[in-house]
């Protein structure tokens, strides 16, 4: 019986609880899933309960609490003996400065596209700083495929890794918003919208009844 549990939000608009949900589906390891409904007048009083941060996700292992999904991805990486991290050095960097990059930044994308997992053909008007932080994650998606794309569908080759997981939410995102990438990103983007495991969150998410009306 595991001991993992893991908090997250709702599945259609929950993008930081999607980042480690893929990469613990990926690594297999086995965790219980709690789903907090977010703006609720409870989220509050039950994510208090998880987390002293009070938000979504936070992974449980035991009696230790682990809030942000990036941590949470470290510590799974490191309970699976560091798979979720290319192995070579200089590529683990890389990985590690994307994922990074990702959590820390990409401000325009994330208020003027936000996640909205069962949405499709959403359109916005392009402001520059959007269609920076676009041109900018196409040419590092480029960047690594031209680098690894021989060796397999991911950003790092055959194996999944947490810069994959943390851009899970983009992928969803310039597909509800129809962004308009190169060739090399948009081959990224449709091989990680075909993976079975993000296919069965997006499932979910359809099936959720509620909606938000301040997220969509
Ligand atoms: N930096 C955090 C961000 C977590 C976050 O903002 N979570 C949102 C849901 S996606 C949340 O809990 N919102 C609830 C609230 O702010 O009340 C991470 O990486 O996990």
Redesign the pocket.
């Known amino acids: 019986m595991s001991t993992l549990k893991l908090a997250i ?1 709702n599945k259609n ?5 999607l980042r480690p949900w893929m990469l613990l589906r990926h690594l297999g390891l086995a965790f219980e899933e709690v789903l907090l409904q ?1 703006d609720t007048p409870q ?2 009083s039950q ?1 208090a309960a998880w987390s002293p941060a ?4 936070v992974l449980r292992d035991g009696d230790l609490a682990i ?4 941590a949470i991805c470290e510590y799974a990486s490191e309970l699976a003996a560091g798979r979720g991290w290319p192995r070579e050095p200089a590529a683990r960097a890389r990985a590690r400065s994307l994922a990074c990059e990702m ?1 820390s930044g990409f401000q325009a994308l994330r208020s003027q596209w936000g996640m909205n997992a069962r949405a499709h053909n959403r359109r916005t008007a392009m402001t520059p700083e959007l269609a920076a932080d676009v041109a900018r994650i196409d040419a590092a998606w480029s960047q690594c495929r031209a680098a690894c794309g021989a060796q397999g569908p991911w950003l790092f080759g055959s194996e999944y890794t947490v810069a994959d997981a943390m851009f899970a939410p983009v992928v969803l995102r310039f597909m509800t918003y129809g962004a308009t990438l190169s060739a090399p990103a948009a081959a990224y983007r449709d091989a990680a919208l075909a993976d079975p495991i993000l296919r069965e969150w997006i499932t979910a998410a359809e099936a959720e009844p509620w909606t938000i009306p301040g997220y969509e």
């Open positions: 939000g608009y929950s993008s930081w609880s977010l989220f509050k994510v009070a938000r979504v996700p809030w942000d999904s990036l959590h």
